[in-house]
């Protein structure tokens, strides 16, 4: 039994006449005839008494009428249901980012998206790098802002900027008051670092910066792999912790400085979206790499001050 048979046998039972039904139905009138018999057979009932004259239901016809009825406005509810769904999803964008390295180009990013695309409600969803592209090739996020380099078969990579480094020094320590520091000057100073699963990108960026500089770098973790835990292992004499330059913007801690570091150790941040792309995550990027722009111009405009000022 199909919908379209209660669809049929409905339009029958209402007008009491099988042209009139067929006319409303906008199908042939022998089609009707035909499905309207193949469900009689199906049920093994008698639902329409037909003459030369006229139709009329039977007493069984009457009451499969009222359940007939029943069924097709549930099947038409459970439509609009999945159309409004849909139509839901369509005004929603799902963003996947990395929570401990998280340049300020993502808010601004953000903040960009909602002024031009007012309405559409933005998902965020925090992971690990892999995890995130993961979840952009099965569909499940819309894109992510990841560091590169990731794994990412498949996908369309577009990258925004360059993040750098900053070391996290207790703020007793005689590093504290360096403008900057070197891998080199912080010779064997212990170092904490986030876990690899965090940010691949960054921990063998940590390891390859202190490798130029002729030393080895043997970094603890933090009892949590987060930021505020790496603060406190600082702050507790732990050690120094080398952390994404975005950690400076989000986070503070008293007791703790941070210090930027002098080295090529930067990773690349980047958005990661399937092809074709949906209109929505066209503009998300569009607003990132806007956001991108603007953060470049802004710190190139300070550096020009401040050699001015060194001048």
Not at 128 to 150: F, K, M, N, Y
Not at 162 to 191: M, Y
Not at 252 to 273: H, K, M, Q, W
């Amino acid at each position: 039994m199909e919908l379209r048979h209660l669809r049929y046998f409905v339009a029958v039972a209402e007008e009491l006449h099988f042209r009139r039904a067929a006319e409303r139905l906008h199908v042939a009138q022998p089609a009707i005839s035909e499905q309207v018999r193949k469900l009689e057979a199906e049920l093994g009932v008698l639902l329409l008494r037909r003459t030369p004259r006229q139709v009329e239901l039977t007493p069984a016809g009457a009451a499969f009428l009222e359940e007939a009825r029943r069924v097709l406005s549930a099947a038409d509810t459970a439509a609009r249901t999945a159309r409004r769904a849909r139509a839901r999803d369509l005004g929603r964008l799902r963003v996947g980012y990395m929570p401990d390295s998280l340049p300020s180009v993502v808010g601004h990013t953000l903040s960009r998206f909602s002024a031009g695309a007012p309405g559409i409600e933005v998902a965020l969803e925090p992971g690990a790098p892999l995890r995130l592209a993961a979840a952009v090739r099965e569909g499940r996020l819309d894109v992510a802002v990841v560091a590169l380099p990731v794994a990412a078969p498949g996908l369309r990579v577009t990258s925004l900027q360059r993040e750098g480094a900053v070391c996290a020094v207790p703020s007793s320590s005689p590093l504290a008051s360096a403008p900057s520091l070197a891998p080199a000057q912080l010779g064997q100073t212990p170092l904490v670092v986030l876990p690899r699963a965090v940010n691949p990108a960054f921990h063998d960026g940590v390891i390859s910066a202190w490798s130029r500089a002729g030393l080895v770098a043997d970094p603890r973790e933090p009892s949590e792999p987060v930021v505020p835990h790496a603060l406190l292992d600082v702050a507790a004499g732990a050690g120094v912790a080398i952390l994404p330059a975005s950690a400076a913007e989000r986070h503070s801690l008293p007791g703790v400085r941070f210090v930027p570091l002098e080295d090529e150790l930067g990773t690349e941040i980047a958005t990661l979206s399937r092809d074709p792309q949906s209109t929505l995550v066209a503009g998300f990027i569009r607003a990132a790499r806007s956001a991108a722009r603007a953060a470049q111009l802004a710190g190139d405009s300070r550096a020009r001050r401040a050699e001015l000022a060194r001048v």
